[in-house]
Every structure is written in C-alpha cells, then in structure tokens.
C-alpha cells in the first residue's frame, strides 16, 4: 500500500473530523450567547447576584420565622423579668 492511498482513506476521515470540530465550535457558542444573555438576570451592573423568585421567597418566609421567634423570646424575656420583679418585691 502506498502513502497515496493511506492519504486518499485519511483525508475524507480528517475533513469529517474538522467538520464535527467546527459544528461543535458553533454549538458552544451558541450556548455561550444564551448564557451572556441571561447573565444580566442573575448579576446586577454592581456585580451582586440577584435573587431567584424561589430563593427571595424562601429567604422571606424564614425572615418572617425569625422574626416570629425573636417577638416570642421578647415576651417571654419580659414576662421573666416581670416575675422576677415581683418576686424581689413581694420579699
């Protein structure tokens, strides 16, 4: 066999190849725009991530939790010291 012909079976496998390459080439940069697209949803001009609708959801039910919690330990902190009170003066 002669380096013509090795030459003549390789070369449609190498264009096949490099076609593949350039086909995957223009698929990842289509996926790139679509994601430099979206970008200005998820990161302010400052560079601060924003929040998802779920995630600023979530973070609003557990800061209305917390602040539940905390109006609970207020009362009952003050209802303590009241007793408290009451106790040093009935003495």
């Known amino acids: ?14 264009v096949a190849c490099i076609a593949w390459l350039l086909g995957q080439v223009a698929s990842f ?14 990161i302010t ?3 601060i991530p ?3 609708p ?6 609003a039910i557990q800061k209305e939790q917390l602040m539940q919690h905390i109006n609970e330990l207020q009362v009952k902190v ?4 009241e007793r408290e009170r009451m106790n040093k003066g009935g003495r």
């Open 78 to 81: 003050r209802l303590l010291e």
């Open 50 to 52: 924003t929040d998802s």
């Open 45 to 47: 001009k400052e560079g």
């Open 29 to 42: 940069s289509e996926r790139l725009t679509k994601i430099e697209g979206q970008m200005p949803a998820l």
């Open 1 to 14: 066999m002669a380096w013509s012909d090795v030459l003549k079976a390789i070369i449609p496998i190498v």
């Open 54 to 59: 779920i995630s600023a959801e979530r973070r």
